[in-house]
């Protein structure tokens, strides 16, 4: 059973900066396409970035380009979401989630698994 755990959200104001962090256990991690969700009160759940299991591949949202950067630590397992510059408009709960097959998803039912979600604030 494959877990994943998230951290690092909470209050930042606008231009500031947050680190994401999400804890893999219990199944393969260097096989896995890694994504970051976010989704907002009465919003869809929607990908902000993903790393293919090679860790050479990202994807990135429009809307994070330049600001946002995703990376895998094959040693701990680890998958974060380094955010700077960040707007209003990135408050969300965002979500770590595994695809088994390898391949990259843009769309949250092609995910295997999912963690809890954490809380990212962001204040004018």
């Known amino acids: 059973q494959v877990q994943l755990v998230e951290s690092g959200g909470g209050l930042v104001q606008a231009g500031g900066s947050l680190r994401l962090s999400c804890a893999a256990s219990g199944g393969t991690f260097s096989r896995y396409t890694m994504g970051w969700f976010r989704q907002a009160p009465g919003k869809e759940r929607d990908r902000v970035a993903a790393i293919l299991w090679t860790g050479r591949t990202t994807y990135y949202a429009d809307s994070v380009k330049g600001r946002f950067t995703i990376t895998r630590d094959y040693a701990k397992n680890t998958v974060n979401l380094q955010m700077n510059t960040l707007k209003p408009e990135d408050t969300a709960v965002y979500y770590c989630?595994?695809?088994?097959?390898?391949?990259?998803?843009?769309?949250?039912?092609?995910?295997?698994?999912w963690g809890q979600g954490t809380q990212v604030t962001v204040s004018s």
């Open positions: 989630a595994a695809n088994f097959d390898g391949s990259v998803s843009a769309r949250a039912d092609g995910y295997d698994y």
